[in-house]
């Protein structure tokens, strides 16, 4: 029996608890409520005018980048000495020629049909074979030496004169050494 009478106390108690929160006391409310529908509307602001976009062309694509070391100019004599060097502008370029030359990696060698081939990655992740004489970079680089370790590359700058141009020299070590 005793569980009866606890289930019965039970339900007793929770009706008496239900009980305390009935009632219609919300006068409060309904005032707080009517104030506020009293209240004249809003005024939405409306949708801000569009403004066309002015673009810009940049005309600076064909100078040295900023990002890059300055070329070294030692003396006047070396200078007019090199003004002979001109990139040929004529010639087709190649296709890792699209790429800045720090974009690059060298990743292996390999030699086949008597031809020694170096492994370059492009900044896509796609590789590619050079030899000697191929061009890669953005700066004229043309491979003039190959090892297992690394490429050499010269490649032809501008020398900040208007019409002046350097040979600098580069490297592609392989990568993880």
Same mark, same amino acid.
Not at 10 to 23: N, Q
Not at 58 to 78: C, G, K, N
């Given at each position: 029996m005793s569980k009866v009478w606890r289930l019965a106390l039970t339900a007793v108690s929770a009706a008496l608890l239900l009980g305390g929160c009935g *009632? !219609? $006391?919300f006068d409060d409310l309904d005032v707080f409520m009517a104030e506020k529908r009293a209240r004249p509307g809003g005024i939405i602001a409306p949708i801000p005018t569009f403004q066309a976009y002015e673009a810009f062309a940049y005309s600076a694509t064909a100078l /040295?980048?900023?990002f890059d070391r300055p070329v070294e100019v030692r003396d006047i004599t070396q200078v007019q000495a090199i003004s002979a060097v001109r990139p040929d502008e004529n010639r087709a370029k190649e296709f890792l020629e699209q790429y800045t030359f720090d974009s690059l990696a060298m990743v292996g060698s390999l030699e086949r049909g008597g031809t020694q081939w170096t492994l370059? /990655? $492009?900044p896509e992740g *796609? +590789?590619? /074979?050079v030899r000697l004489g191929n061009f890669l *970079? /953005? !700066?004229h680089g043309k491979v003039v030496e190959m090892t297992d370790t690394? +490429?050499?590359v010269v490649e032809i700058v501008s020398d900040g004169t208007e019409d002046g141009w350097v040979e600098r020299p580069r490297t592609i070590e392989l990568s993880g050494i």
């Amino acid at each position: 029996m005793s569980k009866v009478w606890r289930l019965a106390l039970t339900a007793v108690s929770a009706a008496l608890l239900l009980g305390g929160c009935g *009632g !219609n $006391d919300f006068d409060d409310l309904d005032v707080f409520m009517a104030e506020k529908r009293a209240r004249p509307g809003g005024i939405i602001a409306p949708i801000p005018t569009f403004q066309a976009y002015e673009a810009f062309a940049y005309s600076a694509t064909a100078l /040295r980048s900023p990002f890059d070391r300055p070329v070294e100019v030692r003396d006047i004599t070396q200078v007019q000495a090199i003004s002979a060097v001109r990139p040929d502008e004529n010639r087709a370029k190649e296709f890792l020629e699209q790429y800045t030359f720090d974009s690059l990696a060298m990743v292996g060698s390999l030699e086949r049909g008597g031809t020694q081939w170096t492994l370059i /990655r $492009d900044p896509e992740g *796609g +590789v590619h /074979r050079v030899r000697l004489g191929n061009f890669l *970079g /953005r !700066n004229h680089g043309k491979v003039v030496e190959m090892t297992d370790t690394y +490429v050499a590359v010269v490649e032809i700058v501008s020398d900040g004169t208007e019409d002046g141009w350097v040979e600098r020299p580069r490297t592609i070590e392989l990568s993880g050494i």
